[in-house]
């Protein structure tokens, strides 16, 4: 008896220890401003940012707890260089959600605030698509995602509507896994903090992206692109301020 015990709770433990996953997360932001009410016509901005980070997953009732830690982050290029010191300060943030049974990422909290960490914080919301009971290929659904912003420089609240379907199994950086191809629409509004004063935002764009999901669920890569159409309005500027922004952003495992 003792013997049989001794079995179903290592069971259990096995079932219940973390799974841990290691990504690099790099993303290439251009922007375009135009200038021309300034007389200036149109500047470009082209800024990557390349992020590492360790999310463990845990298994429990109803879904499975989620941590991650920002190992490390590099970033080149802009216009106007991020200090290092805040970059630095961004390094060790941990993050701390649950997905449902969905896998539709909750209650994300992280262990403080900094300008680079809540950047990175809407990055880890996408890594997460929802998936329902029971779907299978060729299977469609729509989830929607809000990303909202605020730092020392900006107070955005960010919506994207994304329509998923699920294709088949194939294979993808070694490993067999389920293809989600994505279609969004995305929307962002609120406030910026720039030389000349505080600016309001309004804007959006389409987007599409494809995700890589193990049978366990476990996100093992993708890429998406989205490109959103802006117009920043300054008081002390003669006229609204168009902005275009392209990001695109490309997920792979850190292999041991």
Known sequence: MFARFALAT??????????????K???????????????????????TLTWHVTISYTDSAGGRVVHAVLDSLRMEGGMIPVPQPSIDSAKGTTYHGFLDGEWRL???????STLLGSQ??????????SIPRGAKAGASWTDTLDTPTKNTQADLKARAVRTITMGGTESFQGSQATRLD???VSSVSGTLETPGGQAQM??????????????DGHFVGGNSSSKTDALVTIATAPGPIPVKTTTTTTVSVIKP
Do not use: C, W
């Open 25 to 47: 997360i790099e993303q290439k932001i251009e922007s375009k401003v135009d200038l021309s009410e300034f007389g200036q016509g149109e500047q470009v901005e082209n800024q």
């Open 120 to 129: 990175f914080e809407n990055a880890l919301r996408l890594l997460h698509p």
């Open 106 to 112: 909750k209650s994300l909290t992280s262990s403080k």
């Open 10 to 23: 290592a069971a259990v433990a096995a079932a219940s220890a973390p799974v841990t996953m290691r990504y």
């Open 182 to 184: 994505v279609a969004m």
């Open 202 to 215: 309004k804007g959006g764009g389409p987007g599409t992206a494809t995700y890589y999901i193990t049978a």
